[in-house]
C-alpha cells in the first residue's frame, strides 16, 4: 500500500476495511482489537532488500541474545479451539529443524540502533498514523479524533503514532526502552530482521519455541494462568476495555525481560506485544504430519502470535500458544511487535564492532 499524500486522507476507506474484518468483535471470542489493519498491502521485499547491504552492522549492533532451539517433532494447533474462526485447528504433527530465536522481543532500544544506523522510515511514519487503544491515549489526543469503528471503539487512528510516539506526538519512549518495540508492520519487522542478519520465524517455529518443550499445553508454562497465584505474562486484568487492574504489574507494555521465561528460556512468548511470523494468513490446514512447514505461498494477511497486553479470556482468548490471528503486511498497532529468528548460530560482535 503506497503511502497517501495526508495520512487522514484514506481513513474512510480504512474504517469500512476495519468493519468488516472486526465484526466478531463484539462477540466473546471476538478480537480484542487484535487484527486492526490498513487497506491493504503491496509486501515490500524491496526494501528488506535495500537494507541487506547494512547486514553486517546490524549483526554487531543488534547482539540481543539468541537461544538455539532444538530440532524435533510437536503438536501444532488444537482439537479444541477456542476461536473457530482463527484455523486453530486441527492438531497435526509437525517435525521442525533446529534454529536460533531471539530470546526477547526485540526492544525499543534495538530498534533505535537499527533505525540510527539505517535512517530507515517505518510505513506508520510514512502513512502519518497507527492505530492506539483508546485506554492508553491522553485527553488531548482523543479530542483530536472524530472518526471510530463501530465494532472495536477502542482502536483509534492516531495522527503522529509510531515507533517513537506510541500515544501520539504527546509520548514518547524515553522510560521504555527495554519494552517492546510498537507501531512496527510485517514489512519494517522483515527489513529490521534483515538488516541483523536474521529473518522473521514461521509460524511453526514460533509455537514450538512458545511451548518450550511441552506438550498439547495452554501456555509456554503449562495449563495454569497463574501457577501458586504467579503472574507468568502481561495481559488484561479486570473488564475488559474499561478497566485494567494491572495486577500483573503493567498497564501497557512491559519489559521484554520481564515474567519467568518458558522451557526454553524465551520471554513475553505470549502477551506483551503480538509477534509478526513469515507465514500468509490462512484458516484451512491439513491434519497430515509435515515437516518444516512455511504456510501458504501467498495471501492478503501475514500471521501473527502471543496476543498481548490487551487479550483478556473474555474477548480476545488469544494468549495461548495455539492462538492465532493476522493483520496486513503494512498494518502497525500499539500491541504489535516483533522477534526474529535465524537459522544458524548469530555472529557475536567484536569489541572493534561495539560502538558506544
Known amino acids: 500500500m503506497a503511502a497517501p499524500a495526508a495520512g487522514c486522507a484514506r481513513l474512510p476507506c480504512c474504517f469500512l476495511l476495519l468493519l468488516m474484518g472486526l465484526a466478531a468483535a463484539a462477540a466473546p471470542d471476538g478480537d480484542c482489537g487484535c487484527s486492526a489493519s490498513r487497506a491493504g498491502g503491496d509486501g515490500r521485499q524491496a526494501a528488506a532488500?535495500?537494507?541487506?547491504a547494512a547486514a553486517g552492522g546490524g549483526r554487531s549492533a543488534g547482539h540481543r541474545p539468541m537461544v538455539a532451539i532444538p530440532g524435533g517433532v510437536f503438536t501444532m494447533g488444537t482439537d479444541e479451539p477456542e476461536i473457530q474462526q482463527d484455523g486453530e485447528w486441527p492438531a497435526r504433527r509437525v517435525h521442525v529443524n533446529s534454529f536460533y530465536m531471539d530470546q526477547y522481543e526485540v526492544s525499543n532500544e534495538e530498534f533505535e540502533r537499527f533505525v540510527n544506523s539505517t535512517g530507515y522510515i517505518t510505513e506508520?511514519?510514512?502513512?502519518?498514523?497507527?492505530?492506539?487503544?483508546?485506554?492508553?491515549l491522553s485527553e488531548e489526543v482523543k479530542a483530536d479524533i472524530h472518526q471510530a469503528v463501530a465494532a472495536a471503539p477502542w482502536?483509534?487512528?492516531?495522527?503522529?503514532?509510531?515507533?517513537?510516539?506510541?500515544?501520539?506526538?504527546?509520548?514518547?519512549i524515553s522510560n521504555r526502552m527495554d519494552h517492546p518495540v510498537l507501531h512496527v508492520s510485517w514489512n519494517d519487522a522483515v527489513t529490521f530482521c534483515t538488516w541483523a542478519g536474521k529473518r522473521l520465524p514461521t509460524?511453526?517455529?514460533w509455537e514450538?519455541?512458545?511451548?518450550?518443550?511441552?506438550?498439547?499445553?495452554?501456555?509456554?508454562?503449562g495449563n495454569k494462568l497463574q501457577p501458586k497465584g504467579q503472574h507468568y505474562a502481561n495481559i488484561w486484568q479486570g473488564v475488559f476495555p474499561t478497566t485494567n487492574t494491572a495486577e500483573d504489574g503493567y498497564k501497557g507494555t512491559a519489559p521484554v525481560t520481564a515474567f519467568p521465561p518458558n522451557g526454553y528460556g524465551l520471554y513475553n512468548m505470549v502477551g506483551n506485544a503480538w509477534e509478526w511470523t513469515s507465514d500468509w494468513w490462512t484458516v484451512h490446514h491439513s491434519p497430515d504430519e509435515v515437516h518444516n512447514p512455511k504456510g501458504p505461498p501467498s495471501g492478503t494477511d501475514r500471521v501473527k502470535k502471543g496476543g498481548s497486553y490487551m487479550c483478556h479470556k473474555s474477548h480476545c482468548y488469544r494468549y495461548r500458544c495455539a492462538a492465532r490471528s493476522q493483520n496486513t503486511p503494512?498494518?502497525?498497532a500499539s500491541n504489535l511487535g516483533f522477534r526474529c529468528a535465524a537459522d544458524t548460530a548469530p555472529e557475536l560482535p567484536s569489541r572493534r564492532d561495539v560502538k558506544g
Open 49 to 52: 532488500r535495500r537494507y541487506s
Open 124 to 136: 506508520a511514519e510514512k502513512f502519518g498514523d497507527s492505530f492506539v487503544f483508546e485506554g492508553m
Open 155 to 172: 482502536w483509534l487512528p492516531v495522527k503522529g503514532a509510531n515507533w517513537k510516539h506510541p500515544e501520539g506526538p504527546d509520548s514518547n
Open 203 to 205: 509460524e511453526a517455529e
Open 208 to 221: 514450538y519455541s512458545c511451548r518450550g518443550g511441552l506438550e498439547n499445553r495452554l501456555f509456554p508454562w
Open 330 to 332: 503494512d498494518s502497525s
